[in-house]
């Protein structure tokens, strides 16, 4: 191992005195010698640096019984703005949030069949309506994006509704826009958005299995994002669980995402208006292309009988995958997220009913399956985290 030159070192205590203060919202300078076991002329010197970076704040003293008062410090939200992107559905989303990952501003654009080239300069487009509704400076950008990546250089090497084939979109935007960027697959930038800003930041260990489009895992063991040796790990959704299913655009038969995925869920849903006189959805026999996830959803809601039974079955078929996830990983924590989340208990119900007679009951009794509260921005939150991470070691 080689030693630290003096500047990784002061990069490191940099980042360390900036989570310290980060996590605890706030303390004084002493504090922060006592927590991180830094020199108080380390952290004087290094806490100046960072006030005058405008990253960090003095709020004022503390009442105390004897001595001086100590100052507290503070890192303010709006001192940086980050910008997150979710290049996985039907529409391009994109948010600005501050340092705590608060959203405040969304904007979308409908992909409309856009692919290759055209696909890219939606991209362009969308971000550069973020930039112009940044207010603070900006900490870079985060992409989340269907598809293999490969994490490490940015780039996309095959995302098949998209036609992107070895796309460098780091160094695209990188080059475009004068910016930090990070790319991720979208499963792993939800999984980090679960981890960081859901309601169980206490665990070690999460799955997030985001179903929407298509399907996905993402992993976070020990606190860290996994992204297995050819950052492919979580790609589930064409793993096979119909024997001789339907074709798959992937070119197998039976895939997860044919029977499980949103796409498969309105076609199956405008099957039943052609073909089901008794179901809600019959009135849309004429125009099935009508028919969307919010709809399947309403429909579901008024106690269509034909729809309980179609997310059932989706149910049915993602506790195959969430199986082999408690079995393969033995993790406590499995939260469904993406646009099959929004059918709540329908789709969770059958989940853990079936979850019983899949995998070791001892292991499924100590794990727990849940929905997102993250809705829609749990990977633009994730892309978000990314930057965090990268940019400033702040998760």
Not at 30 to 36: E, K, P, Q, Y
Not at 253 to 282: K, M, N, P, Y
């Amino acid at each position: 191992m080689r030693k630290a030159t003096q500047q990784q070192t002061k990069n490191h205590n940099k980042r360390l005195i900036l989570k310290t203060i980060y996590d605890r919202s706030e303390i004084s300078r002493a504090s922060i010698a006592r927590s991180t076991r830094l020199t108080r002329t380390t952290v004087s010197t290094i806490v100046a640096e960072l006030i005058a970076d405008d990253l960090v704040v003095e709020i004022g003293p503390v009442a105390t019984d004897r001595g001086k008062p100590p100052i507290l410090l503070n890192v303010p939200d709006s001192s940086r703005h980050l910008i997150g992107v979710d290049l996985a559905n039907s529409e391009f989303r994109g948010a600005v949030l501050d340092l705590r990952g608060n959203v405040l501003f969304r904007h979308s654009l409908p992909v409309a069949n856009r692919s290759n080239q055209a696909a890219l300069q939606l991209v362009y487009e969308l971000v550069e309506t973020l930039l112009a509704a940044a207010t603070r400076p900006l900490l870079g950008i985060g992409i989340g994006t269907p598809g293999l990546m490969d994490a490490e250089n940015g780039v996309i090497l095959q995302a098949i509704d998209l036609d992107w084939q070895n796309l460098p979109l780091r160094q695209l935007l990188e080059d475009r826009f004068r910016l930090p960027v990070y790319v991720a697959n979208d499963s792993q930038a939800a999984a980090l958005g679960e981890f960081i800003f859901g309601q169980r930041q206490s665990d070690s260990n999460l799955v997030v299995l985001k179903a929407g489009r298509g399907i996905g895992a993402g992993i976070v063991l020990n606190r860290q994002l996994y992204y297995g040796d050819h950052s492919g790990a979580g790609e589930i959704g064409h793993i096979v669980v119909v024997e001789n299913g339907k074709l798959c655009r992937c070119g197998h038969f039976g895939c997860l995402e044919t029977v499980a995925s949103s796409r498969a869920i309105v076609e199956a849903a405008q099957c039943i208006a052609q073909t089901d006189a008794t179901s809600s959805l019959h009135q849309y026999a004429a125009t099935p292309e009508r028919i969307t996830t919010e709809l399947v959803h309403q429909v579901l809601q008024a106690g269509d009988e034909a729809v309980q039974q179609l997310i059932n079955e989706a149910g049915h078929y993602l506790s195959i995958a969430i199986a082999n996830i408690i079995g393969l990983l033995d993790v406590g924590h499995i939260v469904v997220a993406g646009s099959m989340a929004r059918f709540g208990n329908a789709l969770l119900e059958p989940i853990q009913t079936r979850l019983q007679q899949r995998a070791l009951a001892s292991l499924v009794k100590k794990s727990e399956v849940s929905i997102s509260h993250l809705g829609q921005d749990i990977v633009v939150q994730g892309a978000a985290a990314i930057l965090l991470s990268q940019e400033l070691g702040l998760v």
